[in-house]
């Protein structure tokens, strides 16, 4: 069979209404290939000039922070934070495109906490044991946003009582997120620490 396109006779009724039909269907033709053509590619992302960020943690606990990384950048010790200290200083740095996007996730791992381990005493006189603090090694993720109106310049941790982390990129120090006392030890003060025997999974996580 030929593929011709039919010929309309413009005197003829009957080739009158195959000329609407053929309309009709050209229409039809036409409006779903317009359906079905993609649309138009979204823009590629804008990157800005890499940021390099100082890292500024804020220590919520009740426990000194011996050390906390992010994404496995260092980011020192943190003392119990106070009304407006965070509970440590400044530590370089990580790098930032702004135009990335976010929020950003982030791993954060610190060493927090404690529990007493019960270790046999070498020596034969005095007590058999003796009870040796251990730290305990935590992580959590947190999502990063952009707080900085375009003038990056830090990237914030805030580490929680009950284990959770928020960050934020920041302009530079801000206050911290909850208003807890210190003292002039980096302590929390009027808080007892009676830690629980260490478990274990704990002494494991811990390398002994």
């Not at 005095?126 to 040796?132: E, I, Q, T, V, W």
């Not at 801000?174 to 629980?196: A, F, I, K, Q």
Request: net charge neutral.
């Amino acid at each position: 069979m030929s593929h011709l396109t039919p010929m309309i006779n413009s005197n003829n009724p009957a080739s009158k209404a195959m000329a609407v039909l053929v309309c009709l269907a050209s229409a039809l033709m036409l409006g779903c290939a317009q359906a079905e053509a993609p649309g138009a590619a979204e823009p590629a992302i804008k990157y800005g000039e890499p940021e390099s960020l100082l890292i500024q943690g804020y220590n919520y606990t009740d426990d000194v922070i011996d050390s906390f990384t992010v994404n496995g950048q260092g980011g020192g010790r943190l003392y119990v934070s106070g009304p407006s200290s965070g509970g440590g200083g400044s530590v370089c740095c990580v790098s930032y495109r702004p135009g990335t996007p976010l929020p950003i996730k982030l791993k954060i791992r610190w060493v927090g906490g404690y529990c007493m381990q019960r270790v046999k005493s070498p020596y034969p006189y005095g007590k058999p044991y003796y009870d040796n603090r251990r730290s305990l090694r935590r992580e959590a993720e947190a999502h990063a946003v952009d707080l900085s109106n375009g003038k990056p310049k830090a990237l914030e941790v805030h580490i929680f009582p009950d284990g959770h982390v928020e960050a934020a990129i920041t302009q530079g120090y801000s206050s911290p997120r909850l208003s807890l006392p210190d003292d002039d030890t980096g302590e929390r003060p009027g808080v007892v620490h009676n830690y629980p025997p260490c478990t274990d999974d704990q002494l494991k996580q811990s390398g002994q």
